[in-house]
Nanobody, 123 residues
Framework: QVHLVESGGGLVQAGGSLRLSCAHS????????MGWFRQAPGKEREFVAA????????VYADCVKGRFTSSRDNPKNALYLQMNDLKVDDTAGYYC????????????????WGQGNQVAVSS
């Protein structure tokens, strides 16, 4: 069994910062890409960021580019999302995900998902 566990969410005022973490445990598997997605109430899940597990290449959704930074710590099997200058529209449940063999921004291409961590941004 593979487990992805997010932490670090919470409530913050607009303009503030939060750092999300995602820890992988359980059965070992080869990872190509780790991603962050989010889902606000009544909306579809959307891509936020992805990072190549080996090379560290990153890609971001336009709406978070310049404000969010994804990084990883391979020896710790950990993924991070630093979120700065948060906006009310960033309010959502944030999910980390892992893809065994695909570089993708499409949620359906990811094999494992965390349970989600809530981020709320107040005005």
């Amino acid at each position: 069994q593979v487990h992805l566990v997010e932490s670090g969410g919470g409530l913050v005022q607009a303009g503030g910062s939060l750092r999300l973490s995602c820890a992988h445990s359980g059965r070992r598997f080869s990872t190509t890409t780790m991603g962050w997605f989010r889902q606000a109430p009544g909306k579809e899940r959307e891509f936020v960021a992805a990072i190549s597990w080996i090379l560290g290449n990153t890609v971001y959704a336009d709406c978070v580019k310049g404000r969010f930074t994804s990084s990883r710590d391979n020896p710790k099997n950990a993924l991070y999302l630093q979120m700065n200058d948060l906006k009310v529209d960033d309010t959502a449940g944030y999910y980390c995900a892992a893809s065994r063999d695909t570089w993708s921004i499409v949620a359906a291409r990811y094999d494992y998902w965390g349970q989600g961590n809530q981020v709320a941004v107040s005005s």
